[in-house]
């Protein structure tokens, strides 16, 4: 349990590593204020896209769709911050295996957003939350190993 919670907040260094480790240390949260800080965040995010998909039977309902579930998106996406810090989520974030996806999910997060209050185009922004769905799930696949792979071949196989 000990080599996951290393893990999962980026401190893989020998334990021994001196007084700045043991001052990062207690300048940081426990393993059980980091899961409680996720699982409210995460929990938030997903209850503000759930939330969203009720607006889409009032007056302007996709525009406040739009914008409820892309702030549960961002909100969730905010929550893996307290199982691995801010700094070392944008590292993971920009790592090479998924800086495209990051990429993509941050444009279309944008422009979504965009589309639904400075534009007022529903139609545009229903493309962006798609486009930013399949981006979503692209980028959380990244972090299971071969799942990325195993979906490339479904896929393939379904169209061929």
Known sequence: MDKLKRVLSGDEADEESGIMSQLNDSATLSWSTRIKGFLICFVIGIL????????????????VFAIFYTLGNIISLASTCFLMGPVNQIKKMFAPTR??????????????????IKANKPGLA???????????????????????????????????
């Open 48 to 63: 503000m896209s759930f939330l969203g998909s009720f607006a889409l039977f009032l007056n302007r309902g996709l525009v």
């Open 126 to 160: 229903l493309l962006f939350i798609i486009i930013q769905s399949v981006a979503m799930t692209w980028y959380s696949l990244s972090y299971i190993p071969y799942a990325r792979d195993a979906v490339k071949k479904t896929v393939t196989s379904c169209i061929a």
């Open 99 to 116: 800086i495209i996806a990051t990429i993509i999910v941050i444009v279309s997060i944008a422009l979504t957003l965009f589309a639904a």
